[in-house]
């Protein structure tokens, strides 16, 4: 399992990597956009195929419970070897619009880490600093 998921990504990276120098994309900005993702599926990958906890955002939904927006890329993640830190000021500037002119809003997060899946509210007008300790 972990010999064919280290392959996988190796496979992943070097076709990157060819296309790259063999000019097959057209510039800097479309290089760029494509090396976040292809880091983020190779960490989440071999952690995975080491079997060690995986931090996944499954739903990020601000508005109410009937009208919302999907804001999954709104929300900062920062991760080091010993912690998960989710930030996020929870308003319209901040996430983008106001999905519900004059009605109060709350940010539904609904996440993975590891085997647990929980859901958090947060209401309109707070800051999300969310740590999560490794074990």
């Not at 500037?93 to 085997?115: A, H, I, M, Q, T």
Request: with cysteine.
């Amino acid at each position: 399992m972990l010999e064919e998921k280290i392959k996988e990504v190796l496979v992943s990276l070097e076709q990157s990597r060819n296309r790259w120098c063999a000019e097959e994309v057209d510039d800097t900005e479309e290089m760029c956009n494509e090396i976040p993702s292809l880091l983020e599926y190779s960490v989440r990958a071999l952690r995975e195929a080491l079997g060690m906890p995986v931090f996944e955002i499954l739903e990020a939904q601000y508005g109410t419970d009937d009208i919302f927006i999907e804001v999954p890329d709104k929300i900062e993640i920062y991760e080091n070897s010993k912690s998960v830190k989710l930030k996020c000021c929870v308003k319209n500037s901040s996430l983008g619009c106001d999905p519900v002119p004059g009605v109060k809003k709350r940010l539904k997060l609904v996440f993975n880490y590891g085997e647990i899946v929980r859901t958090q509210f947060f209401d309109e007008g707070n800051n999300v600093v969310h740590v999560f300790l490794k074990e």
